[in-house]
């Protein structure tokens, strides 16, 4: 039941130097938008930041002069909170204008709270939590029926794997062979109302994907010389891959960390320049 041949993608080849200036500026947008007038999801946008600064520099097919290029990979954010950092990476890419990331949230914008197909390079309106699998799905069955060897990545929130649709998604695609088909868990350890080990036990997660039919790897979510290599390598033929990404909430502003009061801040001037110190202090 493969979908093509395992191959490793012929995703852009950019050194880890470049690769943590994009994440440094990424963070930075992130929390420039949670300056501004609505504020964001900071904690879960700055924990995911490495892992799409990796797909985005480093593995995924893609061409920000053409976004809708046939060839292209796909990329779902199924934690649609963490907008800012998809947006700002998409910023970063070439496909949006960095200017237009002042114009987060604002309804004459296109840069909603959750993203929306409006913004180029983005392939779905995300954030109603528990879809974004089912949604990569359904692109990694197309794409097979097409005979297209692009591949198919979505990225989850760990509070959300407590969706049954989640394991309703990962059952099918396991049961369809979807090898082209990569998920990568944002594992932070915490959601809106705390620890998710507190509110659902997620643990054993890997073993729960197994079970699933999946394989399942570990990396450091922080880590370019794992994210990559992990991301660029081959599926196991007839199975669908995830990656459960062990990641910091807050990640790169000391204060921030491992908080659940960082999951949405609309941060003033004086917060604002403290986190955006802190963030360069650790760069």
Same mark, same amino acid.
């Given at each position: 039941m493969s979908t093509r %041949? *395992?191959?490793a993608p012929a995703g852009p080849d950019v050194g880890r130097d470049e690769l943590e200036r994009r994440a440094l500026a990424v963070r930075e947008h992130i929390l420039r938008i949670g300056a501004g007038a609505v504020g964001t999801h900071v904690g879960g946008s700055l924990s995911a930041a490495d892992i799409l600064v990796a797909l985005y520099f480093g593995v995924l097919r893609v061409r920000p002069e053409d976004p809708r290029w046939a060839e292209r990979d796909r990329f779902v954010l199924s934690k649609? $909170? *963490?907008?800012a950092a998809l947006y700002a990476t998409l910023a970063e890419r070439g496909f949006i204008d960095r200017a237009e990331l002042a114009g987060y949230g604002s309804p004459d +914008?296109?840069?909603m709270a $959750? !993203? %929306? !197909? *409006? /913004?180029p390079g983005v392939e779905f309106a995300t954030g109603s939590l528990g879809h974004g699998l089912s949604l990569a799905t359904g692109l990694a069955v197309a794409a097979r029926r097409a005979g297209q060897p692009h591949r198919v990545f979505v990225l989850l929130g760990d509070g959300e794997l407590q969706e049954g649709s989640v394991w309703e998604a990962a059952m099918s695609a396991a &049961?369809? +062979?979807?090898d082209n088909l990569t998920a990568? /868990? #944002?594992r932070n350890r915490l959601q809106i109302s705390g620890s998710t080990e507190d509110r659902m036990r997620l643990e054993p997660l890997a073993d729960k994907w197994r079970a699933f039919g999946w394989q399942a790897v570990g990396v450091d +979510? &922080? #880590?370019f010389g794992q994210l990559l290599p992990a991301l660029r390598a081959a599926p196991e033929p007839g199975r669908p891959t995830v990656l459960i990404a062990d990641t910091v909430k807050g990640r790169g502003v000391r204060h921030l960390e491992n908080r659940k009061q960082s $999951?949405? *801040?609309k941060l003033g001037a004086a917060a604002y320049e403290r986190a955006l110190t802190a963030l360069r202090a650790t760069a």
């Open positions: %041949t *395992a191959e649609g $909170h *963490a907008s +914008g296109r840069l $959750h !993203p %929306t !197909p *409006a /913004v &049961h369809l +062979g979807l990568v /868990v #944002d +979510g &922080h #880590d $999951h949405f *801040a």
